[in-house]
């Protein structure tokens, strides 16, 4: 049997009904992890110790008739920003290289507890600034798919291990689209969901928190299945508490569709392969409508939460050691302290002013529908504080360019799925994001199962 080949669901149910082991299935994900690698270039970090032992655990539970959990035996790789006990958190720095976790994340022990076996760490930029995952801590992680492009970012090596099939799932996170655009780019299902609904215990600022952990899965009924263990409150997130139930399935939904949001351009095959998949979700019946939105307004403060933000964590250990860090870091780090007070309570009135603005549109819709980028992907050496070129078009700085779709919904805190709806003449994935009201993730994996099954996109695999 060859694992890489199955998926989540379907190595649980092995693993359950006794027709394999969580050792067997530990031992060759570690073995496709080897061989893969060295092209991959996905994890900083690799617990095979730590997984065997896990899958012996879990095979002797299961031997003595206890239930082994819905995730049993299935392996799972966790973004270097997320902690998971007994490894080492370095946040995709060298400065924090080889710093042990001091204990699960929320989600990370949710996903345990469901027997799921924690494989190791994926590459990330460092502390998620920049969509592009290079780091001089592990070098760079490009797209399975073409490596003249980027993997994405920040969650670009959990994307990509699911991309060569090193793992069926992986933890990211999303702090301005970092699940969503690496999903986008690699080709396969993130989820970036309500604001709470999965918990976040560790974040600097809980009050204002805009960084989401989440799911990301090769297939739709794997993420819904990992969303669904890693969901729920917890006393350590404020906005996990008294968490209300899921909204219903619209059965005729209503959408409001965007094919441009403000910014300059879009790429010809990005737009064609979004308007099938609206034309497709007509044709599903749902009522499509155009909206008229501006989020590149949004940008400029945006990137001054994230600047601040950075600065205020890191100004003092970039003072004193910045040859260990990104250059793009340092300049980020740099522009945050050039930033005011004023200017940084400006950009949170802005921030009020979008979220009123998206839930006027959800008096109107269920499901707001964009394209997840502006581009399939974007060259590996973008250099992400440069104005960038769109279908011969300079759009401006990157998060304005590329990526003005999913920054709003982290600073709002709605639920935003990206989902693969075809392939770009250079073989790189395209992806669509469905947006909805807060705690409506049922709503938007309903809707994207139903498409997906309606464009019947065949699946690909990579050679190795």
């Given at each position: 049997?060859?694992?890489?080949?199955?998926?989540?669901?379907?190595?649980?149910?092995?693993?359950?009904?006794?027709?394999?082991?969580?050792?067997?299935?530990?031992?060759?994900?570690?073995?496709?992890?080897?061989?893969?690698?060295?092209?991959?270039?996905?994890?900083?970090?690799?617990?095979?110790?730590?997984?065997?032992?896990?899958?012996?655990?879990?095979?002797?539970?299961?031997?003595?008739?206890?239930?082994?959990?819905?995730?049993?035996?299935?392996?799972?790789?966790?973004?270097?920003?997320?902690?998971?006990?007994?490894?080492?958190?370095?946040?995709?720095?060298?400065?924090?290289?080889?710093?042990?976790?001091?204990?699960?994340?929320?989600?990370?022990?949710?996903?345990?507890?469901?027997?799921?076996?924690?494989?190791?760490?994926?590459?990330?930029?460092?502390?998620?600034?920049?969509?592009?995952?290079?780091?001089?801590?592990?070098?760079?992680?490009?797209?399975?798919?073409?490596?003249?492009?980027?993997?994405?970012?920040?969650?670009?090596?959990?994307?990509?291990?699911?991309?060569?099939?090193?793992?069926?799932?992986?933890?990211?996170?999303?702090?301005?689209?970092?699940?969503?655009?690496?999903?986008?780019?690699?080709?396969i299902f993130g989820l970036k969901a309500t604001l709470g609904r999965i918990p976040h215990v560790h974040a600097g600022d809980l009050f204002a928190n805009n960084s989401f952990i989440g799911p990301m899965a090769r297939n739709l009924d794997d993420l819904a299945l990992m969303y669904r263990v890693m969901a729920g409150s917890a006393p350590g997130d404020p906005w996990s508490k008294s968490l209300p139930?899921?909204?219903?399935?619209?059965?005729?939904?209503?959408?409001?569709?965007?094919?441009?949001?403000?910014?300059?351009?879009?790429?010809?095959?990005?737009?064609?392969?979004?308007?099938?998949?609206?034309?497709?979700?007509?044709?599903?019946?749902?009522?499509?409508?155009?909206?008229?939105?501006?989020?590149?307004?949004?940008?400029?403060?945006?990137?001054?939460?994230?600047?601040?933000?950075?600065?205020?964590?890191?100004?003092?250990?970039?003072?004193?050691?910045?040859?260990?860090?990104?250059?793009?870091f340092v300049r980020t780090v740099r522009n945050g302290e050039k930033r005011t007070g004023i200017d940084v309570q400006n950009a949170a009135g802005f921030r009020t002013s979008i979220y009123r603005r998206i839930e006027r549109h959800f008096t109107e819709f269920d499901f707001l529908v964009t394209p997840t980028l502006a581009a399939a992907a974007i060259p590996a050496d973008t250099d992400p504080h440069?104005?960038?070129?769109?279908?011969?078009?300079?759009?401006?700085?990157?998060?304005?360019?590329?990526?003005?779709?999913?920054?709003?919904?982290?600073?709002?805190?709605?639920?935003?799925?990206?989902?693969?709806?075809?392939?770009?003449?250079?073989?790189?994935?395209?992806?669509?994001?469905?947006?909805?009201?807060?705690?409506?993730?049922?709503?938007?994996?309903?809707?994207?199962?139903?498409?997906?099954?309606?464009?019947?996109?065949?699946?690909?695999?990579?050679?190795?």
């Open positions: 049997m060859d694992i890489s080949e199955l998926t989540a669901t379907e190595i649980a149910a092995l693993v359950r009904g006794g027709k394999t082991t969580a050792r067997a299935v530990a031992e060759a994900t570690l073995n496709r992890i080897e061989t893969t690698e060295p092209r991959a270039n996905t994890f900083i970090h690799v617990d095979a110790a730590g997984a065997l032992a896990a899958a012996e655990a879990l095979d002797a539970q299961r031997a003595a008739g206890e239930d082994p959990g819905p995730l049993a035996g299935v392996p799972v790789s966790v973004k270097d920003l997320v902690h998971v006990a007994g490894m080492p958190t370095s946040f995709g720095s060298r400065a924090f290289a080889g710093a042990p976790a001091p204990e699960d994340a929320v989600p990370v022990a949710r996903l345990r507890a469901a027997g799921a076996i924690l494989i190791g760490k994926t590459t990330t930029p460092e502390f998620g600034h920049k969509p592009i995952t290079k780091s001089p801590l592990f070098g760079e992680t490009l797209n399975p798919w073409n490596p003249a492009y980027t993997s994405g970012g920040s969650s670009g090596g959990a994307a990509a291990s699911i991309a060569w099939r090193q793992v069926p799932l992986a933890v990211g996170t999303d702090g301005g689209g970092s699940i969503r655009i690496p999903a986008a780019v690699c080709g139930g899921h909204d219903p399935v619209p059965q005729r939904p209503r959408i409001g569709w965007a094919l441009t949001i403000g910014n300059k351009a879009i790429e010809q095959d990005v737009a064609a392969a979004s308007e099938a998949a609206i034309a497709a979700l007509a044709g599903l019946g749902a009522e499509v409508s155009k909206v008229e939105i501006d989020f590149v307004s949004l940008e400029p403060h945006f990137r001054i939460i994230l600047e601040t933000l950075l600065a205020a964590r890191s100004s003092k250990s970039v003072a004193e050691t910045p040859e260990l860090f990104d250059p793009t440069a104005d960038l070129e769109i279908a011969g078009v300079n759009c401006g700085p990157i998060r304005a360019a590329w990526y003005p779709y999913t920054l709003p919904f982290n600073l709002t805190g709605h639920p935003a799925l990206s989902m693969p709806i075809g392939w770009d003449r250079n073989e790189l994935p395209i992806g669509l994001q469905i947006v909805s009201r807060w705690h409506a993730e049922a709503g938007i994996l309903d809707l994207a199962g139903r498409l997906h099954a309606a464009l019947e996109i065949p699946d690909r695999v990579l050679s190795v």
